[in-house]
């Protein structure tokens, strides 16, 4: 089963989410329901659902002999294995718990799988909520619309990969560190280094010049790609070398003449600030 890893914000607190293209369900991280409902920290509400589970175990309940467990990112930027929930067994689980939030989030429930519906069949509808989000989180427009367009760009670049016969997560993980590497000179784990980011993505951790760098390299090699009939992971990464190498190029001319490295220690917070003149 393909499952997407997403973090979803309700009432500022964060929700590690799966969704499963197979089964067209969310599966939801427990341990950050319960913290919402509960009002505490990820430790505290963690400690609550141990409780909990061990309570419901004794009554037999189905929602502790149902839950199972994905990986998930952890606080310390790992995959863990998570207990995960269903939309309608998380709407059971609330049941189990006293909380004035309990009905706030069975709305959000509902919104977010309706949001997911609605993107598989209108994707202008995702564009215009994550430039939403991106909004109030305090970037510039400027800074909105280079990040938007670079999602575009990602999806010709993947859609292309695809067509030469590239479908695992690990070979993209790969071409992209690949990628990367070649026009930055940093592997992805040495760009969030760098950033001094952990599970962050580094894209929402860019400057402009680094999101038009990386969306030069990426169209490059989509381009070169398509200009190719062989297919297969070498000859995938070929065109992912020869594309890194056009931003590469560019990079260190635009570096010769401004007479300063482009790659940028800044992460997202110093970004935003930087942008809104603080």
């Given at each position: 089963m393909e499952k997407d890893n997403e973090l979803k914000l309700f009432q500022d607190k964060k929700i590690r989410a799966k969704w499963d293209e197979e089964e067209e369900k969310w599966y939801f991280s427990v341990v950050d329901i319960v913290a919402v409902l509960t009002d505490n920290d990820y430790q505290a509400g963690r400690k609550y659902w141990k409780t909990l589970k061990m309570r419901l175990n004794k009554e037999g309940s189905e929602l502790v002999t149902n839950c199972y467990q994905l990986k998930m990112l952890a606080n310390d930027g790992k995959l863990r294995d998570t207990d995960v929930m269903t939309t309608k067994q998380i709407l059971r689980l609330i049941q189990s718990i006293p909380s004035k939030?309990?009905?706030?989030?069975?709305?959000?429930?509902?919104?977010?799988?309706?949001?997911?519906?609605?993107?598989?069949?209108?994707?202008?509808?995702?564009?215009?909520?994550?430039?939403?989000?991106?909004?109030?989180k305090g970037y510039s427009e400027g800074w909105i619309n280079q990040r938007l367009k670079t999602i575009e760009i990602r999806k010709e670049f993947t859609d292309e990969l695809k067509e030469k016969g590239i479908n695992s997560r690990r070979d993209f993980a790969i071409l992209t560190n690949v990628l990367t590497q070649t026009w930055s000179g940093y592997s992805v784990k040495e760009y969030k280094n760098l950033k001094g980011l952990k599970k962050e993505n580094l894209r929402d951790n860019m400057t402009n010049m680094e999101l038009v760098l990386n969306m030069l390299a990426e169209t490059s090699a989509t381009e070169i790609s398509k200009s190719k009939e062989e297919k297969g992971?070498?000859?995938?990464?070929?065109?992912?070398?020869?594309?890194?190498?056009?931003?590469?190029?560019?990079?260190?001319?635009?570096?010769?003449?401004?007479?300063?490295?482009?790659i940028s220690d800044k992460n997202a917070k110093e970004i935003r600030k930087l942008n809104s003149g603080e």
């Open positions: 939030k309990a009905e706030p989030l069975k709305l959000w429930l509902a919104q977010v799988g309706k949001e997911r519906i609605d993107e598989t069949y209108d994707p202008e509808i995702a564009i215009n909520r994550a430039l939403e989000t991106y909004r109030k992971f070498k000859e995938a990464e070929n065109s992912v070398i020869e594309g890194g190498d056009v931003a590469r190029i560019a990079k260190e001319q635009l570096e010769r003449k401004i007479g300063k490295k482009v």
